[in-house]
T-cell receptor, first 109, second 114 residues
Framework: ELKVEQNPLFLSMQEGKNYTIYCNYSTTSDRLYWYRQDPGKSLESLFVLLSNGAVKQEGRLMASLDTKARLSTLHITAAVHDLSATYFCAVDSYGKLTFGQGTILTVHP | KAGVTQTPRYLIKTRGQQVTLSCSPISGHRSVSWYQQTPGQGLQFLFEYFSETQRNKGNFPGRFSGRQFSNSRSEMNVSTLELGDSALYLC?????????????FGEGSRLTVL
């Protein structure tokens, strides 16, 4: 059974600082997604990573995928308050997404 | 281009009742997936439909069922509701024909079981 683990689960950051969220998964897959969820809202797609070594960047967020290590990272650069949300990684296995527990990110002034 | 539309957005039911949730995918998308989100279990896969056929199923009891119509709209039904079925039910559509293709999620249907 595929397992997906994120860490940390809670992240309190100061504005302007950098940090990384890690996503480890247990079986081979070369399709991984990152989503953002605001309270009471649905999932917003951030990145789709489809191959080993894939790196994608959007604004202050950068995601990467290492399929050999079964690891994806979401790096936050110079955090701002608007990035406060819950971030999920999800691994795709034959059309079924298995999600991590989510990382609750709070950015403080 | 309209996004994924789910109805109803909120509903309250009592134990033992049944509920039907609806999902209209993005135009042209033939794959529809359903997920349940609860504080305790997180996001869990229910099932995926493609061209009116169930292609994949998660580990949920038979009380949870779904179907897809020829216009790709999908419904899911939960019978004999239990308190633990209270959750946000999310529908996702994709233009995937094989196993790749980004999923786009709707706003969800929030079910409360009393």
């Amino acid at each position: 059974e595929l397992k997906v683990e994120q860490n940390p689960l809670f992240l309190s950051m100061q504005e302007g600082k950098n940090y990384t969220i890690y996503c480890n998964y247990s079986t081979t897959s070369d399709r991984l997604y990152w989503y953002r969820q605001d309270p009471g809202k649905s999932l917003e797609s951030l990145f789709v990573l489809l191959s080993n070594g894939a790196v994608k960047q959007e604004g202050r967020l950068m995601a990467s995928l290492d399929t050999k290590a079964r690891l994806s990272t979401l790096h936050i650069t110079a955090a701002v308050h608007d990035l406060s949300a819950t971030y999920f990684c999800a691994v795709d296995s034959y059309g079924k997404l298995t999600f991590g527990q989510g990382t609750i990110l709070t950015v403080h002034p | 281009k309209a996004g994924v539309t789910q109805t109803p957005r909120y509903l309250i039911k009592t134990r033992g009742q049944q509920v039907t949730l609806s999902c209209s995918p993005i135009s042209g998308h033939r794959s529809v997936s359903w997920y349940q989100q609860t504080p305790g279990q997180g996001l869990q896969f229910l099932f995926e439909y493609f061209s009116e056929t169930q292609r994949n199923k998660g580990n949920f009891p038979g009380r949870f069922s779904g179907r897809q119509f020829s216009n790709s709209r999908s419904e899911m039904n939960v019978s004999t509701l239990e308190l633990g079925d209270s959750a946000l039910y999310l529908c996702a559509s994709s233009d995937r024909t094989g196993w790749t293709g980004e999923l786009f999620f709707g706003e969800g249907s929030r079910l409360t079981v009393l």
